[in-house]
């Protein structure tokens, strides 16, 4: 079946600009998850969701960041004035659930983000 | 939280060698640990992943082991081959966040 897609692939935009990027986890999955992985570095975990319970947002590095998940499905990262320093590839990846033997996480393509 | 320490950053073989890269954890509650190759530019794969009830695992080429009491857990590749390159990322279930903490990852180059 379909893995977890994202968009836009790629992102340029100006200081200071808000930026939205789309998430479209795995048919199925209850939970969903942000991370942000830095040029050549390792992955630094942002938000989750689990089904209809609140998110985690105890990754999100400023009050600029924001998440949604709408209908359980699609989610929406949010950057609003973007700063240089938040240029990096956001990764989604989505599990089908976080109970034992169902925490496996898909990751999709990412999205590229470079803030001028 | 959990915090998860990954070595070597590089590692470079011969092809037909064995790589082994080693990772502690530090929440004695975590109990899945799965490992991710990742290849320039494209999305982190997983490649095994071991549970705590378990102490090694093997998939062909591919295995990890978990030692519980000393909190860490290796990757092993036997007869790497040069399409084995590529950035390998261990991680451990964050049971307070339930998501993953990942390690800052081995860079392996199988040479030819």
């Known amino acids: 079946g379909a893995g977890v897609s994202q968009s836009p692939s790629n992102k340029v935009t100006e200081k200071g600009k808000d930026v939205e990027l789309r998430c479209d986890p795995i048919s199925g999955h209850t939970a969903l998850y942000w991370y942000r992985q830095s040029l050549g570095q390792g992955l630094e975990f942002l938000i989750y969701f689990q089904g209809n319970s609140a998110p985690d947002k105890s990754g999100l590095p400023s009050d600029r960041f924001s998440a949604e998940r709408t209908g359980g499905s699609v989610s929406t990262l949010t950057i609003q004035r973007t700063q240089q320093e938040d240029s990096a590839v956001y990764l989604c990846a989505s599990s089908l659930a976080l109970s034992r033997g169902l925490e496996t996480q898909y990751f999709g393509p990412g999205t590229r983000l470079l803030v001028l | 939280g959990e915090n998860v320490e990954q070595h070597p950053s590089t590692l470079s073989v011969q092809e037909g060698d064995s790589a082994v890269i080693k990772c502690t954890y530090s929440d004695s509650a975590s109990n899945y640990f799965p490992w991710y190759k990742q290849e320039l530019g494209k999305r982190p794969q997983l490649i095994i992943d071991i549970r705590s009830n378990v102490g090694e695992k093997k998939d062909q080429r591919i295995a990890v082991t978990l030692n519980k009491t000393a909190k860490h857990f290796s990757l092993h590749i036997t007869e790497t081959q040069p399409e084995d390159s590529a950035v390998y990322f261990c991680?451990?279930?964050?049971?307070?966040?339930?998501?993953?903490?990942f390690g800052s990852g081995t860079r392996l180059q199988v040479q030819p």
């Open positions: 991680a451990a279930l964050d049971t307070g966040r339930r998501a993953l903490t």
